[in-house]
C-alpha cells in the first residue's frame, strides 16, 4: 500500500513541473530574481521617509512574524500603507506583488481587498439604524472598525535588502497576510493567511462573484469520496465549538501532540488524488516554482505522515465547519465562520512548520555565512 501510495504521489501530487528536484530549484531562482528586480523597481519611487517606515532589519523577529488578519483598528500595522502612496508607486509595488505570488494568488489577493467596502456599507448602514442607542464607547469602536474597512489599508514591509538575495516580504491588512522569504536562490511563501466577508457577494453589480471557492470545492470533492469509516477516524465532533485552536498569529506547533484525525495512509488512489488537488489550492498563492518545490518536500515526508481532521457539520459544507491537514512540512487550517444563519465567511490559514518564514534555510545561510568568516 505504502508503494501503491508513493507513485500516486510522485505522479499526481508534484506533477511533472518537478520531476526532478532541480527543476523547481532553478525555477525558484529565476522567480527570486524577479523578485529583486521588482522590489529595486519599487524602491526607487521612495522617498527617503517612505523607505525608513518600509525597511527593517531581516534579523527583526516581531516585525517579520507581526502580522495580522484582524482590522487594524484592533491590530495596528507597521510599514508603508498602501493609502499613502502616489500612482506611480502603486504601480511599482503591484510589480512586486505579482511577482511574489502565483496568478491565483495575486488575483485573490487583491479581489480580498475590494471586499473591504462591502463590510464597511454593512457597519455605517447599522450605525445610521442604532448609532443614536449605542453607548458612546460603543459608537466610537464601531466607528473605528467602520473606518478600517478599506481596500487601501493594506501595508508592505521588506526586511532585509532584495539586493543580497537573502530578504522577506510581508503584506498584511483585514483577512490578508502574504509573506515571501528569499534564501539564496529559493522561495518560502509560509505563514500565509487568506480570508474573506463576504465569501459569495450578495447584492449589487458583483453579485454572485465569490473568492476562495476553488478551495472549498476541492474539500468538498475529498469529502464526498469519503466512507463511514473513513468519516469515523476523520470527524472529531459535530460541533464547531470544540474544534482545535486556529493557527493565525503568533501560533506555535506543538510537536509533541498526538497525531489526530484521518491518515493519509487510509485512503484510495482516487482519493489521494483528490486531497493532492486540495493541497495544491491551498498553497497555489505560492510563485509556481515555489509551490512545486513545497509538494517535493510533502511527497519526502511521506503521505504517512499526512493527516486530516474535521470539526462542524460535515454533511452540508454550507454549515460552519474547520478542517486540519497537517504534516512535518504542511499544516492547513480552513474555516467557514460567521453567522449561524448564513456562515459566508472564510479563513484560511497555510503553514510549513519545518521551514516557518524560511527559518531552516536562514539558520543554513547564516552557519554558512559564520563558516566563511
Do not use: C
Request: hydrophobic share 40%.
Amino acid at each position: 500500500m505504502k508503494t501503491l501510495i508513493l507513485v500516486v504521489l510522485s505522479t499526481l501530487l508534484t506533477g511533472a513541473a518537478h520531476a526532478h528536484p532541480d527543476h523547481a530549484e532553478t525555477g525558484m531562482q529565476r522567480e527570486a530574481a524577479g523578485m529583486a528586480e521588482a522590489a529595486a523597481d519599487f524602491l526607487a519611487t521612495l522617498d527617503e521617509d517612505q523607505r525608513a517606515r518600509l525597511l527593517f532589519d531581516l534579523d527583526d523577529t516581531e516585525a517579520r512574524e507581526g502580522w495580522s488578519n484582524l482590522p487594524t483598528s484592533m491590530a495596528p500595522r507597521s510599514g508603508l500603507q498602501i493609502a499613502t502612496l502616489s500612482d506611480a508607486q502603486r504601480i511599482a509595488l503591484h510589480g512586486l506583488l505579482a511577482r511574489g505570488m502565483s496568478s491565483e494568488g495575486y488575483g485573490e489577493a487583491m479581489h480580498i481587498m475590494t471586499l473591504e467596502p462591502y463590510l464597511r456599507a454593512g457597519v455605517e448602514a447599522a450605525i445610521a439604524e442604532r448609532g443614536d442607542e449605542m453607548p458612546e464607547d460603543m459608537l466610537a469602536r464601531a466607528t473605528a472598525i467602520m473606518e478600517s474597512y478599506d481596500p487601501e489599508n493594506y501595508w508592505v514591509r521588506i526586511f532585509g535588502d532584495p539586493a543580497s538575495g537573502t530578504w522577506s516580504l510581508v503584506l498584511d491588512g483585514h483577512h490578508l497576510a502574504v509573506t515571501a522569504t528569499v534564501v539564496d536562490g529559493r522561495i518560502a511563501f509560509t505563514p500565509v493567511f487568506l480570508g474573506n466577508n463576504p465569501q459569495i457577494i450578495q447584492t449589487g453589480l458583483y453579485a454572485g462573484r465569490r473568492s476562495l471557492q476553488h478551495e472549498l470545492d476541492r474539500v468538498a470533492d475529498l469529502m464526498a469520496s469519503l466512507d463511514a469509516d473513513q468519516m469515523g477516524q476523520l470527524v472529531q465532533s459535530e460541533d464547531t465549538q470544540d474544534s482545535a485552536d486556529f493557527a493565525g498569529p503568533g501560533w506555535v506547533p506543538d510537536m509533541d501532540a498526538a497525531p489526530e484525525g484521518l491518515s493519509a495512509t487510509d485512503l484510495n488512489p482516487d482519493q489521494l488524488v483528490l486531497l493532492s488537488y486540495a493541497i495544491r489550492e491551498f498553497i497555489g498563492v505560492a510563485t509556481l516554482a515555489a509551490g512545486d518545490a513545497q509538494m517535493a518536500r510533502i511527497e519526502a515526508d511521506g503521505m504517512d505522515m499526512i493527516r486530516l481532521a474535521w470539526w462542524g457539520d460535515y454533511t452540508d459544507l454550507s454549515r460552519r465547519f474547520m478542517l486540519r491537514i497537517t504534516g512535518p512540512s504542511l499544516h492547513i487550517d480552513f474555516t467557514r465562520t460567521g453567522g449561524e444563519d448564513r456562515p459566508n465567511h472564510f479563513h484560511i490559514i497555510v503553514r510549513d512548520p519545518s521551514n516557518e518564514y524560511g527559518s531552516d534555510w536562514l539558520q543554513s545561510h547564516y552557519e554558512e555565512a559564520h563558516t566563511d568568516e
